[in-house]
Structure formats: C-alpha cells, structure tokens
C-alpha cells in the first residue's frame, strides 16, 4: 500500500471543477434566486418596526404556546435590539428560514418517496448518514465553489447540513402509522395519493414537526459557522470576537444565537405538538 | 333468505416466504403447514380452501390464532394478494383484477371493520365515518347525510363532533361499523371485530349486530376465535386449523356432527340448550285447510291416527286445533269448524332457545306450536320430543333433528307435486 495513495481528493475535485464548469450557469440561476429570497425575507424583517415586529412574534408564541414562551420571546429579542444586533439577527432569521423552508421543500417530498419505493430508500439512506456525519465545515468548501462567498453559500451548507432530519423524521412519521390505519384507508379504496394525503401525512405531521425542529437548530449552528465563507449575520460578530479575542463582544453575540434559538426551538415544537388534533 | 352465492372460493393458497411454488409443491404432495415450515422456512398462511359465501348470510370464520382466519378474510378485498386459487364476488373473479378495478370493490362492494377499530385518530367521528366516500368523491353535502344516517343507525349521531380517543372501546367499534355501512356495501369483512371489547359490551355489540343484520340483510363475514360468539351470530360457521378448512356447517351441525377430533374438542363444553332453537327439535306437522270442511277433517284425522288436528286459513296462516271429540260434536249439531277451534295455544318462535321451553311445553294440554314472523305454523314440539332433547344425549338429539331434516326434505320434494295435481285436477 505504501507509496500508493488513492487519489480521491483529485477525485473529488474533478468532481466539483465539472460541475462548476458544465453547471455554472445553473447554480448562477440558483444564485440569484436565494440571494433574492434571503435578502427580501432579511429586507422584510427590518422594514418593520423592531417593536412592532417583536409584538407580533411575542404574540404568535402566546398563541402557540402559553404565556410564558410569550414573555420570554418579547424580553428576549428586546435584549437583542438593545445589545446593538438587530439587524444581524434579522439576517440570521432570514437565513435559518430560507434553509429550513428549503429543507422541507426537497426533504418531505424525498421522505416520502423513500417510503414509497424501496430502491430511493436504499439510494438515500447512506447519503443522509453522509450528510450527517461528515463534518459540517467541509460542506462550505463546495459552497465556495458553486456560489462563491456570502449569503448562498451559506444557505447552501446549512441545507445540506440541517435537511437530513427532515427526511429521516418524515420517513419515520409515515412508517409508524399503525398497519391497522393503513389497511382500513386501503379497505376502503384510497388511491396511493389520497392514502398520502388523507392519513399518512396527517398522522405523520407531529414527527415530521419534530424533524422540522431539528433541521432549525441545525441550521441556526450552520449559518453561524457560514460565517467563515462571509455569510452575514450574528456570526458574523461572533467569528470577528474570536479573531479579535473579544470576549464581551463574543458573549453577547453568542447571547443573542441562544435566544433565537430557545424561542425557535419552542415555538417550532409547540406547532408540532398542537398539529396532534386539531387540523 | 336468498340462497345464491355472494363470494365463491376456489382453491385458495397463501404462502408466507421468499419462493411460494416450492411449498405449493409440497402442499401438492400432502405435507403439513409444520413440515413445509422446517423444510423450506414458509409459512402456510391459508391451504387451498373451496366454498361458498351464500348472499345475505352471517358466515363466521373460526379458529385459533394462526389458523389463517384473518388471512383469509383479507383475501375477500385483497388486502392480502393470495398466492393462487380464485375468488368470485357476484361471479366476478377478483384476485385478477388490476388495481382500478379492486379499488371499485374496495369501494362499493367490500365495507371491512377492524379489530382494534382502525379509526383514524386526527378526524372526528363523523370525518371518520364520511371517509369512504370522501374517497369516493361523493359531494361533501350527500357524505354528511349519508355518514349522519349510519351514524343513526349505530345510536352514536350525538358524538358526531368528538374524536376517536374520547370514546370507549364499544363506542369506537361502533363508528368502526358506522364507517363500513356508510358505503352501503353489500359485503362486509369483519375481523375479530368484537375481540378487543369487554365481554358485557361484545355482548351487546353482537345483540346489535344481529338486531342490524335483521333489516339490512348484508352478507357478511365474521372472524372470531371465541365459539360462543360463532354461534351466537353465525347463520353458518367455518372451523380452519392450520391454514385448512375443517369444517363448514350451521351451528347445530359442528356441535352435533363434529368433522374430526378437533371440532369435538373445541365444541365440548357447549351447553346445547343455550344454542340449539325451537326450529332445529320441532316435528314437521301436516296443516289441515279449514276450508275443506267437516268430514274431511275427520278422514285426515283417521288417516293420521291422531284425536287433533292443526288448522290453517286460506292464507296458510295457522289458526288453531280441532279435536276430536269436539268435531264429532260439531258435525252431529251441524255447526260450523270455525266454532271449535282451540285458538289458544301456547306457541313460541322458531328461534327461542331450548333452554326457555320446558315450562311451556311441560305445563301445556297440547304440544306447543312454533310460529314464524308470518303467523305459518312451522312445526309443533310435543312433551315426549322435548324431553329426548332434554336427556342431554347428543346422540339421541342428534338423530330427532336428522329424522326431522329428512321429513323436511320429504315434504319440499312432495309439495309441488300435490300442488301441481292438484292444479290439473280441477
């Protein structure tokens, strides 16, 4: 073996140096349509009044949940605003969102599809324990590739890394039905379609929930490591602290991640946990 | 009831395993369900099963766990694909079907009712009941009423709005029968429906069953382990062991007439008073038509060796007896038959229990008669037949119920042709 070593990094290269040259215009357009959507999500947050739009967050986790959750959302995200991150805690928001709303869109349906057909199954099982396991920096390597540095390339590893959950949870979701659910909507003549819509979903949405819950904190700690390929946001601040070992500046940065975290992390768990019925 | 047959079964076979002809040969070759098992590692699920579902009846599946029963019955919408033979539903063949098609059976044809009811947990109860024909594509105006309307006829309208887990056990399996009626299904698959129920509320779901069946006339198939429920419910019962048929036949003919060993070990403990009808010990009787007057009467009497004679209109309705001693009377004073009849007599329905019959037939001048829904005299029980029945001698009880079958059989080959000589006659 020695003086032999298999050359799976020019591999890999030639691999991405083929897709940016075949594919470029592709991930151009791919691009520009995440830069748009993160950027008007980001624009849309700060066009608000930071008061009125704490208001209205606070009482969308009253409604979601109790007060509590309420009260600590408006102490919270009040905090932010005094610290002096707002807006790049907006850009974070704006960021962990388009990533998640990427992930449910490409992951439910590829749940799905892994359920229905055994060869997708078998195809997709060792990709997510690639994607899970791989250390999440290295996806920003290909990022930098594809989209160059900044916004994109951030949602593009953040996607990468948060969107397994998502799969996993729906495949779970739908295979846990009770066989006896399943045999009573085949009884009674559903189309594989209307069996999707009309119970494996439904029953499946508080696990689906729970992974949708998980992909968010992924890519809330993801989109705090794009900073290093320029993504902007609260990690931005946090990866200029560590650089200028400022510890005060770190804290408080930090700080502001944890509480979007905590009232992400609620509120997304308590929409899971209220699908249960009443829908 | 309409003897046609709703659902034929022709030589079905499911095989469990990776390469099902393999067992199929060796189930050709006559090996058992335990010898196909250590040979090739596949599981016999059902073993070339025949007969026939007649329409409108209550067929009862039976058999111990793993005897194939649920498999079975999950072939009737092909839940589960058996591995060969064929079954006709209204003579159509459907283990052929593509997919289309089976969806229309599943649809129309084929309501089913699950054990552990298979209520969907995220709808209420009348989403859940609306649900086949909500898949049907029925307007959502003509589902409500219609789901509204089984829900009536299970007593459960009032918790339209609640969901499944609020309701007990007995109350789900309700809605569960609710749902499958909603469709109107002409056939309807239950399996092990009342399994998971409380005994004092199986109880009443089979009462509620039977009161149902009565007016909807629905052929359905009915899987249970539990005999007592077998032959409350069933107007015929299967017994399956190991994947075979053993034995199909009404409630009296398993108890009495026992196929093999195994039929007499599952049904020895059954108290036949509590199961066996007025129907299946009474004596077939030869009616008298009043119309045809006095002396007649008397020369059927001499014919018969009998001081009575059972009396019946025009309408063959029954309407009372005539003794003897009376017709003499009568015919010496010139009055009427009408006058004397005995219209008073104790009767019961062909279906009460034997166990309800000794006081009235013992405390009663004349044997009891046994009457039908339509005012027909079906036959009569007298003091010397009741207690043969009641000697508790299967043998004994057997042979007066074969000896009164084969009279009624006599009689169905001779009636029509007293009725058509008659006919030329005049």
Request: glycine content about 8%; hydrophobic content about 45%.
């Amino acid at each position: 073996m020695e003086g032999f070593k298999l050359p799976l990094d020019v591999w890999v290269e030639g691999f991405i140096s083929f897709l940016t040259d075949n594919f470029g215009g592709l991930f151009g357009v791919i691009s520009n349509l995440l830069d748009s959507v993160v950027g008007a999500l980001g624009d849309a947050i700060l066009f608000i009044n930071p008061f009125v739009f704490i208001a209205i967050i606070a009482a969308l986790a009253w409604k979601v949940s109790r007060w509590p959750l309420a009260v600590f959302t408006l102490i919270g995200m009040l905090m932010i605003v005094n610290l002096g991150y707002w807006e790049q805690a907006a850009q974070t928001m704006s960021l962990v969102l388009t990533s998640v709303l990427i992930s449910v869109i490409v992951g439910v349906p590829l749940g799905i599809a892994s359920v229905m057909n055994r060869s997708i199954n078998n195809i997709l099982s060792p990709i997510l324990d690639f994607m899970q396991t791989m250390p999440s920096f290295i996806y920003l390597i290909p990022a930098i590739f594809f989209f160059g540095l900044g916004m994109v390339p951030g949602v593009f590893a953040s996607v990468i890394f948060a969107m397994p959950p998502t799969i996993r949870m729906t495949i779970l979701g739908i295979r846990q039905i009770s066989n006896e659910l399943i045999e009573a909507a085949d009884a009674f003549g559903t189309t594989p379609f209307q069996k999707l819509l009309k119970v494996q979903l439904p029953l499946a949405t508080p696990t689906i929930m729970a992974g949708i819950n998980q992909s968010i904190m992924l890519s809330l700690s993801m989109v705090v490591i794009a900073a290093m390929i320029g993504a902007p946001g609260l990690g931005t601040e946090v990866y200029r602290a560590v650089t200028q070992l400022n510890i005060g500046m770190g804290f408080e940065a930090g700080l502001s991640i944890v509480i979007l975290a905590i009232i992400l992390d609620r509120m997304s768990q308590n929409i899971g946990k209220k699908q249960r019925r009443f829908q | 009831m309409d003897h046609t047959s709703k659902i034929k079964v022709t030589n079905v076979t499911k095989i469990f395993g990776q390469h099902p002809s393999q067992a199929i040969k060796l189930l050709r070759e006559g090996k058992s369900k335990q010898e196909i098992l250590e040979m090739v590692g596949m599981t016999v699920g059902v073993n070339q099963v025949n007969f026939d579902i007649r329409s409108g009846e209550t067929f009862v599946i039976m058999g111990l766990s793993g005897s194939g029963k649920s498999t079975l019955v999950r072939m009737f919408n092909r839940l589960i694909d058996p591995t060969e033979g064929e079954i006709y539903i209204d003579g159509e063949e459907i283990v052929g079907m593509n997919k289309e098609q089976l969806r229309d059976i599943r649809r129309k044809k084929v309501g089913m009712v699950f054990q552990k009811f298979g209520l969907f947990p995220h709808k209420n109860i009348l989403k859940n009941v609306e649900f086949g024909l909500e898949v049907q594509g029925v307007p959502a105006k003509e589902r409500t009423e219609k789901a509204l309307n089984a829900l009536e006829l299970v007593e459960l309208a009032s918790y339209k709005d609640r969901y499944p887990d609020q309701l007990s056990g007995g109350m789900q399996q309700r809605v569960g029968l609710a749902r499958a009626l909603a469709n109107d299904p002409d056939i309807l698959l239950m399996d092990e429906a009342f399994s998971a129920l409380d005994p004092l509320i199986r109880k009443d779901m089979q009462n509620e069953l039977i009161r149902l069946q009565a007016t909807m006339h629905k052929t359905i198939i009915f899987i249970t382990h539990d005999l007592d429920e077998a032959l409350r419910i069933g107007d015929r019962i299967a017994i399956m062991k190991d994947g075979s048929m053993i034995q199909i036949g009404t409630a009296e003919e398993i108890l009495l007439q026992p196929a093999n060993d195994y039929v007499r070990k599952f049904v020895e403990d059954v108290d036949l008073f509590k199961v066996l009808k007025a129907s299946n010990i009474q004596e077939r009787i030869h009616m008298f038509d009043i119309n045809l007057g006095a002396e007649k009467a008397l020369q059927e009497m001499q014919e018969l060796q009998q001081s009575h004679i059972f009396a019946m209109n025009s309408k063959k309705e029954f309407i009372g007896v005539i003794t003897l001693a009376e017709l003499t009377t009568a015919m010496k004073e010139g009055k009427p038959l009408e006058t004397i009849l005995n219209r008073n007599l104790p009767s019961v329905k062909p279906e009460t229990l034997l166990v309800d019959l000794p006081d009235l037939v013992l405390n009663s001048k004349y044997p009891i008669t046994v009457i039908d829904n339509k005012n027909n005299c079906t036959g009569i029980i007298t003091k010397e037949r009741l207690l043969s029945a009641m000697s508790n001698n299967k043998d004994k009880l057997n042979h007066v119920i074969t000896i009164s079958k084969k009279v009624e059989k006599a009689r169905s080959l001779i009636e029509p042709k007293i009725t058509s000589i008659a006919k030329g006659a005049f």
